[in-house]
């Protein structure tokens, strides 16, 4: 029985310790080195805060070789990493260190700085040049602390959006990350020979489960730089190059390079599955996708990060048409989705219902806030003999003719944009409250456009370009809004609050 993610890890370095791991630029790392790499970490936590398990550490590092070896370190230290996005705004960065008080933070030279300001040095370890090696007892130190490592313990924090300004730190244990892995293996035709192009931001939970396919089957990780995310067709070319197999991207790039036509310029021989995921993908642009890749296994995936990576799919072996959506699917194996009316019933046929999920693949809920954690994951409605966690989406389904279930919409003002996960009250919160730009203000999604809506009042109309930089100091770039629209009262409900309904009805008209 598997316990430990790295069980995974250890079985593959002792297959093909020379094969290559990770391709980060002009640097290739293999199995075996990149295994020095994390026990040096391992030993250099050990040695500073002695054998402390089971804490989050931060690793402030842009993707690469270092930080992949980082965040690996960490578990063999018996501890969870929480990587941080370093574009991030000092402030917001800041709030999440308050929040969860790690550790420590891994870090190098060129980002010390940077994290000077909002964290204090005695609590950073820099990972510049070589570190030294774990000795033989070091090393058996190590090893014998990862056995009180159990399934349950945390494996990794991803941060996400919070409506109060400070963002959610969601916990996601060495369980739900097995579960949803041996469910990949088994149910999609992932091969011991697998290329990833790897997009996702660090932050993500899609590269942590890339990691996750390296170890569990030796996968070779491409990295794909941040500054090719605006050069699609530079993308391709490097898949092509590296010969990439497998991807598991959001749809936001995937339109680009559909509406683009890229695919027809830049054949991809090589590649034999496409994952998707973190957003509704348009049909038509998938279908130009498909049609140009005929031979490719296409997965549809849905799930919040508050259920480790995803819990429905639909491996998409039929036409759609353009004008119809993607169904999600199916539960992954193991997981249980429920479809719940307003009286917390089973929706019936047809009915939209809100989606529901109770199984493994839940996280263990939100770091250091109590609160939040039982608003989300509450009792089982359908089960009143005994304690039974399921965790409320905020989406709501239907399923159709098929069984298959199908998207509508958000319940709420949480949306994904970008592939983020982004809680609209937040951009409110920050602009009205914390910077007090304006008077009040309503953030609305454009579905159809993609784009993030800010309705506000204020003494007069708004300096975008002012705004849009005021507001980055505290927001990260996929939350500022890319259109402003001034009013000189937000409409109003019969109960006095804003009326997001009718604004959202405006959205396609301003």
């Known amino acids: 029985m598997i316990k430990n993610i790295l069980e995974y890890f ?3 370095l002792a297959e093909v310790p020379e094969k290559t791991a990770i391709v980060d630029g002009g640097r290739e790392i293999t199995f075996s080195a990149l295994a020095r790499e994390a026990l040096a970490v391992a030993a250099l936590l050990r040695r500073t805060f002695g054998g402390e398990i089971r804490r989050p550490v931060a690793v402030y590092l842009p993707k690469s070789i270092k930080c992949a070896a980082g965040g690996l370190g960490i578990l063999y230290s018996g501890n969870a990493y929480m990587n941080l996005d370093v574009k991030t705004p000092a402030q917001r960065i800041a709030n999440i260190l308050e929040l969860v008080r790690p550790l420590c933070v891994l870090t190098d030279e060129a980002h010390q700085t940077a994290l000077a300001a909002v964290w204090p040095e005695e ?3 820099l990972l510049d040049g070589e570190l030294p090696s774990a000795g033989g007892e070091e090393e058996r130190a190590i ?4 056995e009180r490592i159990i399934d349950t313990d945390p494996l990794c924090l991803i941060n996400t959006s919070g409506s109060t300004g400070t963002p959610k730190s969601v916990v996601l244990n060495h369980r739900s990350f097995l579960d949803f892995t041996e469910w990949a293996l088994e149910a999609t035709p992932i091969g011991g020979e697998e290329i990833v192009g790897s997009l996702s931001p660090s932050v993500f939970d ?10 569990a089957r030796s996968s070779t990780l491409v990295l794909i730089p941040d500054a090719m995310a605006a050069f699609p067709a530079r993308i391709l070319q490097l898949l092509q190059e590296r010969r990439v197999t497998f991807l598991f991207w959001v749809p936001t790039i995937m339109v680009n390079i559909a509406n683009m036509g890229l695919l027809e310029k830049v054949p991809l021989p090589d590649l034999k599955m496409v ?7 348009p049909t038509k642009q998938f279908n130009i996708w498909r049609r140009n890749l005929p031979s490719v296994v296409f997965v549809n995936l849905y ?29 992954c194996r193991n997981t249980d989705v429920l479809i719940l009316n307003e009286q917390d019933r089973p929706a019936g046929p047809d009915e939209e219902g809100e989606l529901c999920v109770r199984g493994s693949s839940l996280a263990l809920g939100y770091y250091n806030d109590p609160e939040k954690t039982a608003a989300a994951f509450v009792q089982n409605p359908l089960n009143t003999a005994y304690p039974e966690r399921i965790y409320r989406t905020g989406d709501m389904v239907f399923r159709n003719r098929r069984g298959e ?4 919409g958000r319940k709420d003002s949480l949306i994904k944009h970008s592939g983020y996960r ?10 009205v409250n914390t910077l007090r730009l304006v008077n009040n203000g309503c953030a609305v999604y454009d579905h159809e456009k993609k784009e993030i809506v800010f309705f506000y009042e204020s003494e007069g109309p708004l300096d975008a370009a002012v705004f849009r930089r005021e507001i980055g100091k505290q927001l990260p770039r996929y939350m500022i809004p890319g259109r402003l629209v001034h009013m000189e009262e937000l409409p109003r409900n019969a109960n006095g609050k804003i009326d997001r309904l009718r604004l959202k009805g405006e959205v396609q008209s301003v």
């Open 10 to 12: 250890e079985e593959t």
């Open 123 to 125: 609590k950073t370890l």
């Open 143 to 146: 090893r014998q602390g990862l």
């Open 206 to 215: 899609i590269y942590s489960f890339e990691l996750c396919m390296m170890m």
């Open 275 to 281: 994952w998707f995921a973190g957003e509704v993908f």
């Open 303 to 331: 799930g919040p990060i508050e259920i480790t990576l995803d819990c429905t799919y639909l491996i998409v072996d039929r036409e759609i048409p353009d004008e119809e959506p993607i169904p999600i699917g199916y539960p």
């Open 405 to 408: 279930i199908v998207f509508k």
């Open 422 to 431: 982004v809680e609209l009250g937040e951009i409110e919160h920050v602009a």
